[in-house]
């Protein structure tokens, strides 16, 4: 699916876009949408918040670059838009070769920072690092949930990659509307492929996972054939030729949490989510496990003195 991209011209006050910026939408295909309200603007981007620095701290929004304008140098307002958020500050003392410059350099760096995958348009790598980091120093009590599918590569390989696509799109809407819901200030980020990290409070990780279970393992049978749907499974062979039976597919949810840890680099956090993951997958049909150990525990299986008797996992019904 390709959407043409659309520069959103915002003005309270009623002002067309000026010349220079019609210029540079046409020559790269944009559509300008000139928006007096700004809940116009929120609703473009299937935002419902009041205000810009809500859309930069939105984990959905803030992908789109927000460049500020003004007729004037006025430092206060120049100072707030910064402030709120703005990637780029454009004003009436600037020439049409820097207006240019700056806003190739923004478009520039968006792409720079945010890699997502073209289906979910969800926050990639960079993103999720900061929202780590962000978290972390805060002081915030968190936890990061590492999501990815089961038996995807035989979906993919029986139906093809734009039927996978969609299955893809299925649980980016899953997971931004349940983590939207359960938990506003959480955060959906896709590493790429089948494998999203969703971060939340502690204290919603239960009712996320468990919801997003529920609803993934309701919705991923429609994603088969009928005959498929109502066996359950299909026959596949694997890297050997072998033929095996290939269930539906499931979800696999690894929680790693701060609860009892104390985290300085968003490396380890990634490092025990994705060993929760795998741990997870081990299991059978949709599951999350949660790693509820503290970091002495951690320490002495480290050294093979300890278990992993803290591990909890939860499955649906």
């Keep these: 699916m390709h959407y043409k991209p ?4 915002h003005s309270p006050d009623g002002r067309t876009p000026p010349e220079s910026l019609h210029t540079f939408a046409a020559e790269r295909g944009f559509r300008i949408e000139t928006l007096r309200s700004t809940s116009d603007v929120l609703a473009l ?3 419902t918040f009041p205000a810009c620095v809500v859309l930069k701290g939105d984990s959905f929004s803030a992908i789109i670059p927000v460049i500020f304008m003004t007729a004037d140098d006025d430092e206060d307002a120049i100072l707030g838009a910064l402030n ?3 990637d780029a500050i454009l004003t009436g003392a600037m020439s049409d070769a820097e207006w240019r410059s700056r806003l190739e350099v923004t478009l520039a760096r968006a792409d720079r920072d945010v890699s997502v995958h073209p289906s979910t348009s969800l926050p990639g790598t960079a993103q999720i690092e900061r929202d780590m980091g962000e978290r972390m120093r805060s002081g915030q009590t968190f936890a990061v949930c590492y999501a990815d599918l089961d038996h995807f590569k035989e979906f ?3 139906y093809g990659y734009n039927r996978g696509d969609g299955v893809i799109l299925l649980l980016s809407r899953i997971l931004r509307d349940v983590v ?3 938990s506003p200030g959480g955060f959906i980020g896709h590493i790429g492929g089948d494998d999203f990290i969703f971060i939340v409070p502690v204290e919603h ?3 996320c996972c468990e919801e997003i279970l529920a609803i993934f393992d309701e919705l991923i049978p429609y994603q088969y054939s009928e005959q498929d749907r109502q066996k359950g499974s299909f026959l596949a062979k694997d890297r050997r030729g072998n033929i095996h039976d290939v269930p539906l597919m ?3 949810i690894g929680v790693v949490t701060n609860r009892k840890r104390n985290f300085v680099h968003t490396a380890r956090v990634s490092e025990l989510a994705t060993e929760m993951k795998s741990y997870a997958k081990t299991l059978p049909g949709s599951v999350y496990a949660v790693d509820r150990r503290s970091d002495q525990d951690q320490d002495e299986v480290d050294a093979g003195a300890g278990t992993t008797s803290d ?3 939860s499955a649906t019904s």
Excluded: Q
């Design 6 to 9: 659309i520069v959103v011209f």
């Design 45 to 47: 981007v299937n935002r």
């Design 84 to 86: 709120a958020g703005a």
């Design 156 to 158: 993919n390989d029986r």
């Design 180 to 182: 939207k819901a359960y």
């Design 205 to 207: 990780v239960d009712v």
């Design 250 to 252: 499931s979800l696999s």
């Design 311 to 313: 591990l909890e996992t």
